[in-house]
């Protein structure tokens, strides 16, 4: 089992968000996180990465398993894209990045500053930092979000080819992915009941 | 590791990565300073270690900021924090990187711009080695205030008033070497005060700044 979380609770900013989450996620397996804006799937997702504690229960995988990718692709407009996945290359180890320009098709754009880019562009840039992790459970935030057609496309190659090379993935997305196998899961049935206190002596009982 | 030091020189060299502007603050001060307060040169002479090294400080505190909010803005700490490398050990190496940009060209600078300030030819050594030792303190203790302001809008008045009451040991002892230096006594007992001030520093700090650096990515 990649991932698996039992009655996990999570909050932001001391705000209950979701509780009494659980679920798995096997190799080979995505789970597509759904859920209204401000239901908890960033939150959920960065409590899986490890950036912040649960409120309680328990999440089972491996700090040095998770590559996460958020809202904020990570990517420094002063230096050039290779110069950018280099970084992150040897963050993570790794000396060829060519795989990673190759799948999101990065290679024309290569010697080009991260600051001259459009918005997909980066955004391909910081997906693009996934494939060098080498991890296996990839955390993704809203991954297609400012992404063209044809770069979407590329993401579900690379994500089909994740998986099926024994990764998985958990996937916050208000787009239908066309990823198999995935599964969705509804994150507005877990939302935390209201922590107002109704008087002022609760609050502090 | 390498990668993050490298990556952060490169940074601070490119267009916008502000490498110059405590070099500039410190030479602005150095040279005002004489037109500030006349043509005495034995003012001057008493003065200058003293003059040097708040100049040295307060150049050292411009740039604080920037350890941490441009990694966190652009979404690069929340990534680093879950790459391979340990967090106390970036933040050491983000110290480290500050001080290679900062702390050590003013450094170099200091005694070349003694000479502004009628530095007597005796006190260039103790000032060279009062500044080599004490401003990587300076510049540890400041990411440490840096990852606790990390996220705050304009945390950089904070920062500085978190700050500023922390250089204060730094700055009485290393003042101290460059002014014994200067007057021709012995300034032995403040040099190794400061050295031990600064290992100490190097070897407690980056946990701390590790630790309010997790709270604050929440």
Not at chain 1, 34 to 52: D, E, I, M, V
Not at chain 2, 16 to 27: D, H, I, V
Not at chain 2, 180 to 200: D, F, I, N, V
Request: hydrophobic letters at 55%; one cysteine or more.
């Amino acid at each position: 089992m990649a991932v698996s979380v039992t009655d996990l609770s999570v909050a932001r900013g001391g705000v209950p968000l979701l509780e009494a989450v659980s679920f798995t996620v096997a190799a080979g397996e995505a789970l597509i996180l759904r859920g209204p804006n401000g239901a908890g799937k960033t939150t959920l997702l960065r409590t899986l990465a490890g950036l912040q504690p649960p409120l309680s229960g328990r999440i089972g995988v491996a700090d040095d398993a998770v590559a996460f990718a958020g809202h904020a692709d990570g990517v420094k407009s002063a230096l050039s894209v290779t110069e950018n996945l280099d970084f992150w290359a040897s963050i993570f180890g790794v000396t060829d990045i060519s795989p990673a320009l190759e799948a999101f098709d990065l290679a024309a754009l290569a010697p080009r500053r991260a600051g001259l880019l459009s918005a997909g562009q980066k955004r391909r840039v910081g997906l693009a930092r996934l494939v060098l992790t080498g991890r296996p459970v990839w955390l993704l935030d809203e991954p297609t979000v400012s992404l063209d057609a044809r770069a979407v496309a590329s993401l579900m190659r690379c994500l089909a080819r994740h998986l099926a090379a024994g990764g998985s993935a958990v996937i916050a997305s208000h787009t239908d992915l066309d990823l198999s196998p995935a599964r969705p899961l509804d994150l507005s049935g877990y939302r935390a009941r209201d922590p107002a206190p109704d008087r002022f002596d609760e609050a502090y009982s | 590791m390498i990668a993050v030091l490298a990556r952060d020189l490169k940074l601070a060299v490119r267009a916008g990565g502000g490498f110059g502007l405590a070099l500039a603050f410190f030479l602005i001060v150095v040279v005002l300073v004489p037109f500030a307060l006349g043509p005495d040169t034995g003012l001057l002479t008493r003065i200058a270690p003293g003059v040097l090294w708040l100049g040295a400080l307060l150049s050292c505190l411009l740039s604080l900021d920037r350890i941490f909010a441009l990694d966190w803005e652009d979404g690069s700490l929340d990534l680093l924090a879950t790459s391979p490398c340990p967090l106390e050990l970036l933040c050491a190496v983000k110290a480290l990187a500050h001080w290679l940009t900062t702390g050590l060209p003013l450094v170099l600078l200091a005694p070349v711009l003694g000479v502004l300030l009628n530095l007597p030819a005796a006190g260039v050594a103790p000032l060279t080695l009062s500044l080599l030792t004490g401003t990587p303190a300076l510049s540890m203790i400041g990411a440490f205030g840096a990852a606790l302001t990390v996220g705050l809008r304009r945390g950089g008045l904070l920062l500085s008033l978190i700050v500023l009451p922390l250089y204060v040991p730094t700055l009485i002892l290393g003042a101290e070497v460059a002014r014994r230096g200067a007057a021709g006594q012995s300034y032995e007992t403040p040099a190794l005060l400061l050295a031990g001030l600064t290992c100490g520093t190097i070897a407690l700090l980056p946990f701390a700044a590790a630790a309010v650096l997790k709270v604050n990515l929440r």
